[in-house]
């Protein structure tokens, strides 16, 4: 038999540490994050409406959403729990929250993004949103983002997070991502980075994803089946029937102010 030399017996040590790392190298690229996304209302409240009443109109709507990720895909849906009943409109505070949204000539105060599937590999996306009371089923390609790193680091829930920016429909948008959990992905179509994206903000402020738990290991069996509910559309039709829509509604709500 051959005896090992003193290198083969040091190889076989770092074979030996090497295999006992790949179990957690291997669970850090995949995994589910839980992020709260928050949304800042962009309807105003009117002046004459009562200053205790107006204290407790909500300014933003705050979602729990669940990201479950691999190194090539991922979709982020409502945690468990949160779709809700639909909101009544009433006298109370949320439903006048609700009467102010649905009559809000912003684009945000309509829309809900519900889930968003990315497949890196294929280079698409699928969404669902809800938009004036329709459920759309939106197919397209995935945003190609022009990220610019800006060196800055920090650390968030335990990792170190880089700083990175681009912009989206003019709007600025900042990320922060963690090469500790090596792949390209993030919050509903936010990713391309070299690393799981933490938090990111959208046009300071008016959306916000921000990382509460982070769980990498093995994912259940469907946990990145894309979404399937909804009219089905092109990105293309979809952005047709919303600025349609939107631009009905900002010449009903015209109209009215001409009536008074």
């Not at 190298?25 to 200053?51: L, N």
Request: proline share 6%; charged share 25%; hydrophobic share 40%.
């Amino acid at each position: 038999p051959v005896t090992p030399t003193r290198s083969t017996d040091m190889m076989m040590k770092w074979l030996a540490f090497a295999l006992l790392l790949l179990p957690a190298t291997a669970s850090a690229r995949q995994g589910t994050v839980r992020y709260d996304r928050a949304i800042r209302y962009e309807f105003t409240i009117p002046e004459r409406m009562d200053e205790r009443l107006k204290a407790q109109i909500a300014t933003q709507s705050v979602t729990s959403m669940v990201l479950a990720f691999d190194e090539a895909t991922w979709v982020i849906r409502p945690a468990d729990g949160e779709r809700r009943a639909p909101a009544v409109m009433t006298d109370r505070p949320e439903g006048l929250t609700l009467r102010l949204k649905m009559g809000s000539t912003s684009r945000s105060d309509q829309e809900t993004l519900l889930e968003t599937h990315v497949d890196a590999g294929a280079g698409t996306v699928t969404e669902t949103r809800e938009f004036m009371g329709r459920t759309f089923l939106i197919t397209g390609d995935q945003p190609s983002w022009a990220w610019k790193l800006t060196g800055e680091q920090s650390q968030y829930l335990g990792y170190t997070v880089q700083k990175a920016t681009a912009m989206r429909d003019s709007l600025p948008v900042e990320a922060w991502f963690t090469a500790e959990i090596p792949v390209p992905a993030g919050p509903a179509e936010f990713g391309g980075l070299p690393g799981l994206i933490l938090v990111v903000t959208v046009g300071d402020g008016r959306t916000t994803y921000s990382a509460k738990e982070v769980h990498p290991g093995p994912l259940e069996t469907g946990a990145l089946a894309a979404p399937r509910e909804g009219e089905k559309v092109t990105r293309e039709e979809y952005e047709k029937i919303v600025a349609e829509k939107m631009k009905e509604l900002t010449e009903l709500r015209g109209r009215r102010r001409d009536v008074r």
